[in-house]
């Protein structure tokens, strides 16, 4: 079973950029679509970006898609979101999720098998 480390997050001001990395362990990456996720204090863990195996095809959820981009490199076994004109309201832990038997991108969370542990990210104003 594949192991997920995120890191990369932080406190970063209204405006900033924040580059997270999610590292998989323990299995073929590169056979896995890797998604980000979020979750803010008393809400709901919320889909961001999905990747498909190869990197060809992309999701985003539309409050993040003109400021955040996903993209992966399966030699490293890493994916990473770019956040750039970070806003107070992306104050959240970010979680990277994968699944090696699906090959759409699933927004809903439960149609993900594995998760890391998350990174927190603060934007200050």
């Known amino acids: 079973q594949a192991q997920l480390v995120e890191s990369g997050g932080g406190l970063v001001q209204v405006g900033g950029s924040l580059r997270l990395s999610c590292v998989a362990s323990g299995r073929t990456f590169s056979n896995y679509i890797v998604g980000w996720f979020r979750q803010a204090p008393g809400k709901e863990r919320e889909f961001l970006a999905a990747?498909?195996?190869?990197?060809?095809?992309?999701d985003y959820v539309d409050s993040v898609k003109d400021r955040f981009t996903i993209s992966r490199n399966n030699t490293k076994n890493t994916v990473w979101l770019q956040m750039n004109s970070l806003k107070p309201e992306d104050t959240a832990v970010y979680y990277c999720?994968?699944?090696?038997?699906?090959?759409?991108?699933?927004?809903?969370?439960?149609?993900?098998?594995?998760w890391g542990q998350g990174t927190q990210v603060t934007v200050s104003s």
């Open positions: 999720a994968a699944d090696g038997t699906r090959r759409w991108l699933p927004r809903i969370r439960r149609e993900w098998d594995l």
């Open positions: 990747i498909s195996w190869n990197g060809v095809s992309t």
